[in-house]
């Protein structure tokens, strides 16, 4: 693996791998406390163009985990303000012999410029409404501890698919895994093209609680919607928040999230905290597909030291 872009440049024997390999890294009490070296050598620059919590400090944890050097570079205070543009960002970075970008960015496409751009190896921490390929190995690495196999599961994403980075990786890798897809949204926040468009729809989030096993939540993604007629907050909780009436009503649905949350708009407390959330075992299950993720790139470098 030179780097990681999107997961549809993973074969499904790939993916698994990735799985597999993440599975041997976490416990029911965490990622297991065990020091790696396949990083040794290796120099990592994290660079988030966008707010990120999870995704950041568990790429920051798996490199360190993995015996690699780990920097953080800050958009804020950087020379981005003074107008540097994002290329000459990227080759000022790579001129400090580093071996690996993890790269978060805004806008459609631009992270796969960049890795045709670079000697680095790119791996993508989330782009666009594209793709958030890491986030999609995640949650198929919840839903495997969670159900072994995954083969034949009911999954219904339900929320803002049309803005969603996240729905668009998770479709691909859980599709191929063998789980049986559908989407719920309201219309102006639904998808118009590419695979989501074609699944199967449910009009509400009670229809989809009566014929699937898990629920995939989305975030309404304010930051990236422009001039689309959202509904109220009252109609989109009628219709597709997943509320503590409807977690107490459908006592075998699990839920998943990719956070950060709304509380009060997608999700209530009490579903998040519930022991058919998966939502806190997502994140660390991040932890171990990002350190699986990194160490098949390492092992596809030589040092630079
Ligand atoms: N799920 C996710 O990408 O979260 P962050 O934005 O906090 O990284």
Request: net charge negative; glycine share 8%; charged share 20%.
């Amino acid at each position: 693996m030179r780097g990681l872009l999107d997961t549809a440049d993973l074969t499904t024997a790939e993916i698994v791998a990735i799985l597999d390999e993440a599975s041997t890294y976490v416990d029911a009490s965490g990622v297991v406390p065990t020091t790696f070296t396949h990083g040794n050598g290796k120099r990592v620059v994290l660079a988030f163009f966008e707010p990120s919590t999870r995704t950041r400090l568990s790429f920051e944890t798996a490199a360190q985990r993995l015996g690699a050097s780990v920097l953080v570079f800050h958009v804020s205070g950087s020379s981005v303000e003074k107008g540097e543009t994002l290329f000459d960002t990227v080759h000022t970075i790579e001129a400090m012999s580093f071996d690996t970008l993890v790269i978060r960015h805004g806008e459609n496409g631009m992270v796969r410029s960049i890795a045709e751009r670079t000697t680095m190896s790119v791996v993508n921490a989330g782009e666009g409404s594209l793709a958030h390929p890491t986030q999609a190995l995640l949650d198929a690495a919840a839903l495997r501890e969670r159900f072994d196999d995954v083969k034949g599961l009911r999954v219904c994403i339900v929320g803002d698919i049309a803005h969603s980075r996240v729905a668009r990786s998770q479709v691909d890798v859980l599709t191929r895994l063998g789980v049986d897809m559908s989407v719920c949204a309201p219309g102006s926040l639904d998808a118009t093209d590419g695979v989501l468009a074609s699944l199967p729809r449910y009009e509400s989030i009670d229809d989809a609680l009566s014929n699937v096993d898990v629920i995939s939540l989305l975030r309404i993604q304010r930051e990236r919607i422009t001039g689309t007629d959202l509904p109220s907050l009252d109609a989109y909780r009628a219709g597709y928040a997943m509320t503590d009436a409807r977690m107490q009503a459908h006592q075998r649905v699990i839920v998943i999230h990719p956070g950060p949350v709304n509380y009060g708009v997608e999700i209530d407390p009490g579903v998040a905290d519930s022991d058919r959330s998966l939502i806190r075992r997502q994140v660390t299950h991040g932890v171990a597909v990002r350190m699986a993720v990194l160490n098949n790139v390492f092992k596809h470098r030589t040092p630079n030291t």
